[in-house]
T-cell receptor, first 113, second 113 residues
Framework: DAKTTQPPSMDCAEGRAANLPCNHSTISGNEYVYWYRQIHSQGPQYIIH???NNETNEMASLIITEDRKSSTLILPHATLRDTAVYYC??????????????FGKGTLLTVNP | GAVVSQHPSRVICKSGTSVKIECRSL??????MFWYRQFPKQSLMLMAT?????????EQGVEKDKFLINHASLTLSTLTVTSAHPEDSSFYIC?????????FGPGTRLTVT
């Protein structure tokens, strides 16, 4: 799977949008971009994923550049409960269920009151 | 839907004893489950991939005789840390996959004294 690069930490004011960048310059054509987050001492939580098009769900939006070499996760109105480590992962969407997720160091997002 | 539980959530054991951690998919059947380990301030590291009814596949550097994995049913996988030592103290997280997605458990904090 392609490697990703994320800033180690970011701060955001409560109520403002949090924009978390991720570089994945070696991504291949059929690899997806996935985002998970991990609140302290909990298991990771799925946020969103995409291939080429921008995606939006109830938690966040995912903006993928046209060349697919980078992406941005957007939390439109960050709350204190969004403080967590955010992981950007690229992976193949295999036909079966036997695949691996390779976690990098992620970005620690701290939402400040 | 797609809830994964782990038991226990915390365990303290003495050096040399064995500890069993259970991972259950509560509302779906998972043919594949994964076990991760996370040391303080580090990312998740995949230990092994477990398929129902077959032997687990261990990642390089993970001792299969020390970390015994049993995946006896489509909803239950167990990880047994045998002859635990203080260096095995860690946060152990399982995930279960269905339809190409992984859903994570809440984790088990193991402390070996």
């Amino acid at each position: 799977d392609a490697k990703t690069t994320q800033p180690p930490s970011m701060d955001c004011a409560e109520g403002r949008a949090a924009n978390l960048p991720c570089n994945h310059s070696t991504i291949s054509g059929n690899e997806y971009v996935y985002w998970y987050r991990q609140i302290h001492s909990q298991g990771p939580q799925y946020i969103i994923h995409g291939l080429k098009n921008n995606e939006t769900n109830e938690m966040a939006s995912l903006i993928i550049t046209e060349d697919r070499k980078s992406s941005t996760l957007i939390l439109p109105h960050a709350t204190l409960r969004d403080t967590a480590v955010y992981y950007c992962i690229v992976r193949f969407l295999s036909g079966g269920s036997n695949y691996k997720l390779t976690f990098g160091k992620g970005t620690l997002l701290t939402v400040n009151p | 839907g797609a809830v994964v539980s782990q038991h226990p959530s915390r365990v303290i054991c003495k050096s040399g004893t064995s500890v069993k951690i259970e991972c259950r998919s509560l509302d779906f059947q998972a043919t594949t489950m994964f076990w991760y380990r996370q040391f303080p301030k580090q990312s998740l590291m995949l230990m092994a991939t477990s398929n129902e009814g077959s032997k687990a596949t261990y990642e390089q550097g993970v001792e299969k005789d020390k970390f015994l994995i049993n995946h006896a049913s489509l909803t239950l996988s167990t990880l047994t840390v045998t002859s635990a030592h203080p260096e095995d103290s860690s946060f152990y997280i399982c995930s279960a996959s269905v339809e190409d997605e992984q859903y994570f458990g809440p984790g088990t904090r193991l402390t070996v004294t």
